[in-house]
């Protein structure tokens, strides 16, 4: 069993820059790869960035590539998801994901691969 807990968000506009985190407890974090994915309003949820649970591997959506930073800290149990250069089209919930894997390389990017999900934070961007 792992819980996630989201914060971060809030209302920016367009340009500016927001870092959201993710705190995990129950089982080992070390051992999961995590994700971020969002959903805006009538929209399917989609893929955002990735991260494995050894050496650091990640993976961009193409859309938020050289704007957005997925990092973590193990010690900490915490992963982040920095977002700069921020547009109205990153306006979305977002959500923290854990999968188990055994893959220490691993970055998932399929959301039906997922096993945890965190409650979501509102990330607001207006013009």
């Known amino acids: 069993q792992v819980q996630l807990v989201e914060s971060g968000g809030g209302l920016v506009q367009a340009g500016g820059s927001l870092r959201l985190s993710c705190a995990a407890s129950g089982r080992t974090f070390s051992r999961h790869a995590m994700g971020w994915f969002r959903q805006a309003l009538g929209k399917e949820r989609e893929f955002v960035a990735a991260?494995?649970?050894?050496?650091?591997?990640?993976a961009y959506a193409d859309s938020v590539k050289g704007r957005f930073t997925i990092s973590r800290d193990n010690a900490k149990n915490t992963v982040y998801l920095q977002m700069n250069s921020l547009k109205p089209e990153d306006t979305a919930v977002y959500y923290c994901?854990?999968?188990?894997?055994?893959?220490?390389?691993?970055?998932?990017?399929?959301?039906?691969?997922?096993?945890?999900w965190g409650q979501g934070t509102q990330v607001t961007v207006s013009s």
């Open positions: 991260i494995s649970w050894r050496n650091g591997n990640t």
């Open positions: 994901a854990a999968a188990i894997t055994a893959q220490a390389l691993a970055v998932i990017q399929i959301a039906q691969l997922y096993d945890y």
